[in-house]
C-alpha cells in the first residue's frame, strides 16, 4: 500500500528554522552530493559524508531533504540540467534529437555512477519537465503524442542500452588491469578456436566480415543513432514534394538534365546539352570534351543531393525520397 503521508520532494518547501534564514539550499547538498559521487561513487553520497563536505552535521540536512530516495531524485533532476537543450524545439527534429543523444550519453560518461541508479518512476522535477517540453517538442507537430511516446521511448532505450554496455565494458576492463587492446588479445585464443572448429557461423561472419565491432566507441554510437533516426523518419508522414526542376525524369535513376538544373545547382556546363548523362553521380562528357563533376543525383527523383554537414554521403534528395524508395523496396503501403 503506497504511504499515505508521502509527498513528493518537488511539492515541499525548503524547510529552515523558523525566523532564520536558510543556512543552506537543496542545490548546495545535490551539488556536494554529486561531487562525492563522481569521485567515489553513488554509495558514498550519504547524508553523513555531504554534511562533512559542506561543514554541518548529517541530522541538519534533513531539514531540507528528508530521505535517501528525495536525495537520489535531486541528484537525477540535477543531471538533466546539464544536457544542452538550448533552441529547441529548432524545426529539424532530427539536429535536435541528435544533439539531445550525444548531450544524455556525454552526461553519463561524466557521472559513471548514474548506471547503477534502479529508478524507473518519474519524479517530475523542473530539469526533466524542461526536457520533456523541448525534446518531444521537436516531434509533436508530426505525430500523435502516443506516437512521440513510443518513439522516444526507442530513443531512449537506445541511446541508455548504448551508454550503459560502454560503462560497463570500461568498468571490466578496468578490474582486469589490462588495456582494451590487452583484453582483446587476450581473448583472441577463444575467438580463433570458436572460428576454426566451423560451428558457429553467424559468430564468424561477425569476427570475419562485420565492420561494427572495429569502430570506436563514438563512431559505434553515431551509426546507431543513425539508423535509427532513420526509423524515427519513416514514422513520419511524408511531407508534399516540390516541383521537379526542369530537365529532370522524376523516379528514373540517372535522368538527364540541361543547362538550366546546371546553372541551379552552380555547375559550369563544359559540353552540349546532349553530351552530359548523369551516371552513378559523376557527369560523363563525348570523347572531344572535358570530364565535369556534378553533384550526387537522387536515385528517386533525379534532383541533386544537397551536401551534407559531416560529408557523409546521401543517396536521397530529401525524406520524401527516402520514404518513396522505402516503400518501394519493402512492399509498404501496397
Not at 524545439?89 to 550525444?102: E, K, V
Not at 550503459?164 to 578456436?193: C, D, F, T, Y
Not at 563512431?219 to 530537365?247: I, K, M, S, W, Y
Not at 551534407?308 to 518513396?324: E, I, K, L, M, N
Request: charged share 25%; proline share 7%.
Amino acid at each position: 500500500m503506497a504511504d499515505a503521508e508521502y509527498v513528493n520532494i518537488w511539492m515541499r518547501p525548503e524547510r529552515t528554522a523558523v525566523g532564520r534564514k536558510p543556512t543552506y539550499s537543496r542545490a548546495q547538498i545535490t551539488q556536494a552530493a554529486v561531487r562525492i559521487a563522481d569521485a567515489e561513487g553513488l554509495e558514498a553520497a550519504t547524508m553523513r559524508r555531504i554534511a562533512a563536505e559542506i561543514g554541518t552535521g548529517a541530522m541538519s540536512l534533513y531539514r531540507y531533504v528528508p530521505s535517501r530516495d528525495d536525495l537520489i531524485e535531486l541528484m537525477a533532476d540535477h543531471l538533466m540540467g546539464e544536457i544542452d537543450i538550448t533552441g529547441m524545439p529548432s524545426g529539424d527534429w532530427r539536429a535536435d534529437l541528435t544533439r539531445y543523444a550525444n548531450g544524455l550519453r556525454a552526461m553519463w560518461l561524466r557521472h559513471s555512477w548514474v548506471a547503477t541508479v534502479r529508478r524507473s518512476l518519474p519524479g517530475f522535477g523542473p530539469n526533466q519537465l524542461l526536457l520533456i517540453e523541448r525534446v518531444m517538442g521537436a516531434l509533436d507537430a508530426h505525430v500523435s503524442i502516443d506516437e512521440n511516446l513510443r518513439l522516444m521511448a526507442l530513443l531512449n532505450s537506445h541511446i541508455e542500452g548504448a551508454v550503459r554496455e560502454e560503462i560497463s565494458m570500461a568498468e571490466e576492463v578496468r578490474r582486469s588491469g589490462l588495456s582494451a587492446s590487452e583484453w582483446m588479445a587476450r581473448s583472441s585464443p577463444r575467438i580463433h578456436q570458436l572460428v576454426n572448429s566451423g560451428k558457429y557461423p553467424i559468430f564468424t561472419k561477425i569476427v570475419t566480415e562485420s565492420h561494427q565491432p572495429h569502430l570506436n566507441r563514438d563512431d559505434q554510437f553515431r551509426n546507431g543513432l543513425e539508423h535509427l533516426l532513420d526509423f524515427v523518419a519513416l514514422a513520419l508522414p511524408p511531407t508534399p514534394e516540390p516541383p521537379c526542376p526542369p530537365g529532370t525524369q522524376p523516379g528514373l535513376p540517372g535522368a538527364h538534365r540541361d543547362e538550366t538544373l546546371a546553372a541551379a545547382t552552380n555547375e559550369t556546363a563544359a559540353c552540349d546539352e546532349t553530351g552530359i548523362t548523369v551516371i552513378g553521380g559523376t557527369s560523363t562528357c563525348d570523347e572531344t570534351s572535358e570530364d565535369v563533376a556534378s553533384p550526387r543525383i537522387c536515385t528517386v527523383c533525379g534532383r541533386p543531393v544537397p551536401p551534407t554537414v559531416t560529408g557523409r554521403p546521401r543517396q536521397y534528395c530529401s525524406r520524401a525520397c527516402r520514404q518513396r524508395a522505402y516503400r518501394t523496396r519493402t512492399g509498404a503501403g501496397t
